[in-house]
Structures are given as structure tokens and as C-alpha cells.
């Protein structure tokens, strides 16, 4: 540097050229130079925030094996300081290639590919983990980090609930204060550190900091969200994960109802245009899919039943179609109650209704009065239908073949309640309706009990659930009522879906869970159509009156000895604090996530703002307002900083620019006065080193420990500027 100095009839370039040769030699030895140990609990932490909302959907053989290598990361670090014993050795490498064809076999066993949302996010975070066996020094941890953070963001692939949400921000908070502990103190930490200043007042500053660069981004970001126009996907990628799979499946045999009763899961949810319009509790029977076919054990649709599309209205049209097979009563008009069903995740087609039902496109209605959607529903869809009032008439002429699916039943089978059936038809005068009364009164009066731990039940289910066990939930009653109407020739069929449901929190929403899945019977009677009969309501009428979660709430003894019963019982708390975190789920996706571009152009019709022009101006005059306000905010907090002690040490950068020892961009003020430090011991300057020992001493007291008095301040200010 002193020969650079001595050639002062040089061109000003030369002077430039050594300074940039200067810096980028400072830039490179900042950029190899090695981490810390704290610098690597930071990135460990930072993987483990980022990996930890893919863990729900990764592989578990995948989540595993990561969680075994973030473990022995953190037991190396506790350990050795460092990631890997031997960065450069060939045993880190071998661990490294290990791990990551390790992780690759699983996900091509998984997927059997590697394109798609779930095996390309498994393939994201297993790229993540595996760079972290590289780390070594000051560069590789901001690529680290920076790789982190486009990680984070693919969690939204997933879903864009409000706990990934939550789980997202954490981990990109912690990837930025890792970057900036990183950049402000990889040289400092241990300088800081023999200043008596702690590792709990620096993780504070840094904190604060990122706290503040965030809250700046903040009205940036709202601005956007608000203003910036909405525009369709143009692309989409398949997802083949079924974790969220929740409802009712296509088929039902004893037992497959009572398991999903006893889950607390929410199912979907309804939101009424007019809350007056909410049907009794009693009748609020959310239909799913028609089950004609018997085997003896299962109940399954039939090809006519599964394969009949029905209806489908014309795609745009406002108003709603009312299918022929609905028959309103004499001399009254049809009117429609609207809400909308905002319906969990199934990887099903059926879709969730009140009886009597009709929808717009792109759903589709089926004579079997079930709607049903165009493909699987994979994300949590909307969905806009009503329900038609006065209760009409379904089905009242009935063709051959859906008669026949109506009445078949296995040969040879039930041979006991196949005569029972026959001689109480018989005792009724072969009357439809007063024979499907008289079972009813039957099952009211002899002693049957509603559990969801019913005995086990032999090959002929029916015979041994009426006439021996006369325990068990509502697809027992439902199988068993369709088949005695139909050993005496009554059309009747099993329908599967929801029965009941509670308020939600607020009481804006109605909640259906998993818990209130249910089964039922229609019955076609000349005249009438179908009409729903449920016998569960002859056993258990508080079931259907009340709802399965207020019922449940009144009587654990219908869970018997399975695992929801024993947890209920104690854990009511739980199971409250469980709705409500369904209920700010609602909210974050019909205010936040559901803010499509139907609801923003509804919204900014409210400020007269009418097409995409005046959006585009409105957008560009809050981004410059809001950007102005963040920099007059900033500029105003410099000028506030800028204290006496900053110009003190500004006024000492300029002084030792001859000497080659200003202060570098970015660089902190503990490393320059450090570099000072060891430039005095170079040349011996012993009285100069007592000075800079005492201004370092004062300096990291006052920025980190606390601030020092006027007096004390004053000396260290002057203490600088009296230094050469």
C-alpha cells in the first residue's frame, strides 16, 4: 500500500484502481472466510424452520431420514463447532452422496417421478439438506440462506392456509436474521464477546433490526395485495397427495361411518345468505351420494346410479334451474334459500347439499338429488347452491331400472328378518306406509341401543344385528330399514353424508365435522316420490334433533371404549381450542386467500374504481406513497442516529485514509477499530494502543450493554477525535 501511496504523480485512475483492488480484496477475504460455530446453530435452525411445513406432506421415510441428519448436524455442532468432522475429507462426502440418492430413492418409490407439486418440493428440501453438507464459510451461508427462502415459499404449493402461513414467516424470519447476523457479526461475534457484551444482547439487536426491515416491507405489501390485479393461473401442476382426504367414501358397510365419527376434523362449512334461513337443526341432512347396490355386507352405487350425469346448467347463467324430477305442490311457487359450501378437501366428485338442493355450473345435478362436481375436488373449494322452498316432491314416476336397483337384494340371505318382514307387512295390510311405521315402532320398542362399538357381527349381518346384537351406529339401522323394505317389495336405498353440525364461534357460519357423518334411508312411496326416513331417530332422536356434537356432548357412553370417547371425556379444552382454530382458518381463507378477483373489483367499486386502468393508477400512486413514507421514515430515523459519536467516527476514517485504515463499506466498527488495534501492534505504537483499548472498551459498552452517561459519551467522542 505504501508504495501505491508513494506514487503520487500518478493519473487519479491509479489511485481508483488500487482502491477498487483494495475493496474486492476485502470483499473476497470476507466471502471465504470460515463460519462461526454460532453462525452455524443459525443455519441449522433456519433449515429445520424451513423444512418443518413440509414434513406434513413429505414421504414419512423421507421426514425421517431428515430429521436423523439435522440431529447429527446439531450433535456435530455441539460437538466440533462445524457441520461435518472433515469438510474436505472423502468420509463427508460419501455422507453427503449417502443422503441425498438416499432421499431421491424414496421419492421416486413414492411418486414414481419427480415432477408434480409433491415430488418437486421433495425434491426441493432434499436439495436443501443436502447443500448444507458444503458449508464452510461466509458465501456458502448466504446462498444457503438465500436457497432457504425459495424453499419456504414453495410450502404454498401445498396449500395457503393460515398455520402454513404462520410456519412460512417464521422460517423466513429466521433466514433473514441469520443473514444479517451473518453479514454484522461473522467478524465481530468474538471481539463483541471480549467486551463483556452477551450473546442475548446481540441476538436483540439483530432482532429488532429484522423486525423493523420487515414491518417497512409491510404497507408495500398490503398495497399490492389490495390493488394488484388479480389474474387467472396460467399454468398449474398436478398434485398426487391424498393427506387431506376427508369425507365419506363410495361404498359403506358396518363400521366405515362410525370410524369417521370419530374424528373431529372439519368436514366443510356453510355460510347462509339469510341466517333465518337455516333449516331446523332436525333437518339438516347435507346429502352426498345415493348407495343402491347390496352385496350382503357393502352398500355401493350402482353403474346407472354412478354413471347418470344428470343435469348440468349452462355455464354464466344467473339464475337458477330447477331440474324436472322436483315437483313443487299445488298452487304454491317455488322459491330458493342460497348459501355457500365451503367444502374441505376429498379427492371426491360428490359435493355436500341440504336435501333438495340446486346448483350452478360447473356442478352438476343427478337424479339421484346428489350434486356432483366435474373432477376431484383437491384444495378447499366455494361453492354457491339452494335448497327449494317448500320441501317439493322427488322422483314421483319411478322408471323400470331405477326400480329394480331399488328392490334388489343377495338371494338366500336373512332368512329371519326376511319372514319378519313379510308377516308384519302382512299384519299392516300390505300397506307401504304404515308397514315402514310399524318397523319403526318395532326398533323404538325392543330395546336397541345407538353405539359406535357395536358387537361384531356374523355373515348374515342383518339377521344378527335385528335379531341378536340390536347394538350399533346409523349405517346399521340404515342397511338394516332399506333391506326390510325391500324383502316386502318397497323401493328403498341407503344415503350416506352429513346429519346436524353446530354455529360457528362467531354464529356468522354453520360447522359440519367429521363427527356428524351419517347414513339414512329414502323410501319412494306412490304419490310421494322419496322420502327420507331415518331410523336412527326411532333409537337415538336426540342424535338427529340436537346434532352428533352436542349429542356426543351429552353422552360419551355412544363412543363406548374408542380412542375419541377416552380423549373426549377429559379433553373438552382440546376440542374447543381445536374449533377455533378451524374458525380462524375459515377467516384467513375467505378474507385473505379467497380475496379472488371477483371479491377485489367488488371491493374497489367501493372507492368508484371501475376498470383496470384507473386499478393500475390507484396501485401506482399508493406503491409511491407508501415507498415515500417508508424513505422519509428512514431518512428521518438516519438523521436522528447520526449522532455526535457517528461523526466522531466518520471525522477518524477520513484522518487514517492515508494510512490505508478508513473504514470499508458495511464493515462493522468493532473489526475497523480492531484492524486498527493490530496495526498499532505492527508498529509498536504502545500509547496509541492503551487509547484504542479504552475506546473499544467504551464503544461496544455504549452499543450493546448500555448507553453510557453525557460525561462518559463526551470523553469517548473526544478520545476520537483526538486520535491519530
Known amino acids: 500500500m505504501r508504495i501505491f501511496k508513494a506514487k503520487k504523480n500518478q493519473p487519479d485512475q491509479f489511485d481508483s484502481l488500487v482502491e477498487n483492488q483494495h475493496s474486492e480484496n476485502v470483499r473476497q477475504a470476507i466471502a471465504y472466510s470460515p463460519l462461526s460455530q454460532k453462525n452455524y446453530q443459525s443455519l441449522l435452525l433456519a433449515t429445520f424452520l424451513v423444512l418443518l411445513p413440509h414434513f406434513y406432506y413429505l414421504p414419512i421415510a423421507q421426514t425421517v431420514l431428515m430429521l436423523l441428519v439435522l440431529a447429527f448436524w446439531q450433535w456435530q455442532i455441539l460437538k466440533k463447532g462445524t457441520i461435518v468432522q472433515a469438510q474436505k475429507g472423502l468420509s463427508a462426502k460419501l455422507l453427503q452422496y449417502g443422503v441425498v440418492l438416499t432421499g431421491l430413492v424414496i421419492i421416486v418409490a413414492q411418486y414414481g417421478t419427480f415432477v408434480g407439486v409433491d415430488a418437486g418440493c421433495a425434491a426441493l428440501a432434499l436439495i436443501l439438506l443436502g447443500k448444507g453438507f458444503e458449508l464452510k464459510n461466509y458465501r456458502d451461508g448466504i446462498i444457503q440462506f438465500n436457497f432457504a427462502l425459495f424453499v419456504a415459499a414453495s410450502a404454498f404449493l401445498y396449500g395457503q392456509g393460515i398455520f402454513t402461513t404462520i410456519a412460512v414467516l417464521i422460517a423466513i424470519f429466521q433466514c433473514f436474521y441469520g443473514m444479517y447476523q451473518l453479514q454484522s457479526y461473522h467478524s465481530a461475534y468474538e ?13 436483540q439487536h439483530a ?10 416491507a409491510a404497507p408495500i405489501m398490503v398495497m399490492l395485495f389490495l390493488f394488484f390485479p388479480r389474474f387467472p393461473p396460467l399454468w398449474s401442476m398436478p398434485s398426487n397427495s391424498k393427506q387431506a382426504t376427508t369425507g365419506v367414501s363410495d361404498s359403506m358397510s358396518p363400521g366405515d361411518i362410525a370410524n369417521l365419527s370419530q374424528s373431529n376434523a372439519l368436514a366443510f362449512r356453510v355460510v347462509f345468505d339469510d341466517p333465518n334461513q337455516l333449516p331446523q337443526p332436525s333437518n339438516l341432512y347435507w346429502r352426498a351420494m345415493v348407495l343402491d347396490d347390496y352385496d350382503g355386507t357393502t352398500w355401493t352405487p350402482s353403474r346407472m346410479t354412478r354413471y347418470n350425469y344428470g343435469m348440468l346448467p349452462e355455464r354464466g347463467q344467473s339464475t337458477w334451474q330447477i331440474p324436472n324430477w322436483y315437483q313443487i305442490p299445488n298452487g304454491q311457487s317455488a322459491q330458493l334459500a342460497t348459501y355457500q359450501l365451503i367444502l374441505e378437501p376429498t379427492f371426491q366428485r360428490w359435493v355436500y347439499s341440504l336435501d333438495h338442493s340446486v346448483s350452478q355450473f360447473p356442478l352438476r345435478m343427478k337424479p339421484d338429488l346428489s350434486i356432483q362436481s366435474f373432477g376431484e375436488i383437491a384444495r378447499r373449494e366455494q361453492f354457491d347452491l339452494a335448497y327449494i322452498l ?12 331405477t326400480r329394480q336397483h331399488s328392490l334388489d337384494l343377495p338371494e338366500e340371505r336373512n332368512t329371519q328378518t326376511l319372514a319378519f318382514a313379510q308377516q308384519l307387512f302382512q299384519q299392516q295390510g300390505s300397506d307401504p306406509k304404515r308397514y315402514a311405521n310399524a318397523v319403526l315402532n318395532w326398533i323404538r320398542t325392543n330395546n336397541f341401543s345407538y353405539t359406535l362399538s357395536p358387537p361384531l357381527l356374523g355373515d348374515e349381518r342383518i339377521d344378527d344385528f335385528l335379531f341378536r346384537t340390536r347394538s350399533g351406529f346409523c349405517e346399521h339401522y340404515a342397511s338394516a330399514y332399506t333391506n326390510l323394505m325391500r324383502m316386502v317389495g318397497i323401493p328403498a336405498r341407503v344415503v350416506v353424508g352429513y346429519q346436524g353440525g353446530k354455529s360457528a364461534p362467531d354464529g356468522a357460519s354453520w360447522e359440519v365435522r367429521q363427527l356428524d357423518a351419517h347414513a339414512w334411508t329414502e323410501v319412494w312411496f306412490a304419490g310421494e316420490g322419496w322420502v327420507r326416513i331415518d331410523p336412527t331417530a326411532a333409537i337415538a332422536p336426540d342424535r338427529v334433533n340436537l346434532g352428533m356434537q352436542d349429542y356426543a356432548n351429552q353422552n360419551d357412553a355412544v363412543f363406548g371404549d374408542t380412542a375419541l370417547g377416552n380423549w373426549s371425556s377429559s379433553n373438552n379444552v382440546l376440542i374447543q381450542a381445536r374449533i377455533w382454530m378451524d374458525y380462524a382458518s375459515y377467516q384467513w381463507q375467505s378474507k385473505v386467500v379467497g380475496f379472488d378477483q371477483g371479491t377485489q373489483r367488488d371491493w374497489l367499486k367501493k372507492f368508484s374504481i371501475d376498470n383496470l386502468s384507473e386499478q393500475l393508477i390507484v396501485l401506482i400512486v399508493a406503491l409511491i406513497t407508501a415507498i415515500g413514507l417508508v424513505v422519509w421514515w428512514l431518512s428521518r430515523q438516519q ?15 477520513k484522518r487514517l485514509q492515508k494510512a490505508g485504515l478508513e473504514r470499508q463499506p458495511n464493515e462493522p466498527v468493532l473489526s475497523w477499530l480492531k484492524r486498527i ?22 464503544y461496544a459498552q455504549h452499543l450493546y450493554i448500555s448507553k453510557l452517561p453525557d460525561e462518559a459519551l463526551s470523553k469517548l467522542i473526544k478520545q476520537l477525535d483526538q486520535f491519530e
Open 191 to 203: 471481539e463483541v464477546l471480549v467486551q463483556d457484551v452477551s450473546v442475548k444482547q446481540l441476538r
Open 207 to 216: 432482532f429488532k433490526t429484522v423486525l423493523k426491515l420487515l414491518l417497512f
Open 390 to 401: 317448500p320441501k317439493p316432491r322427488a322422483n314421483l314416476e319411478l322408471d323400470d331400472l
Open 639 to 653: 438523521k436522528v442516529k447520526r449522532s455526535k459519536l457517528d461523526h466522531a467516527l466518520e471525522n477518524l476514517s
Open 677 to 698: 488495534q493490530l496495526d498499532n501492534q505492527a508498529n509498536q505504537r504502545i500509547s496509541a494502543q492503551q487509547q484504542l483499548d479504552e475506546i473499544i472498551q467504551q
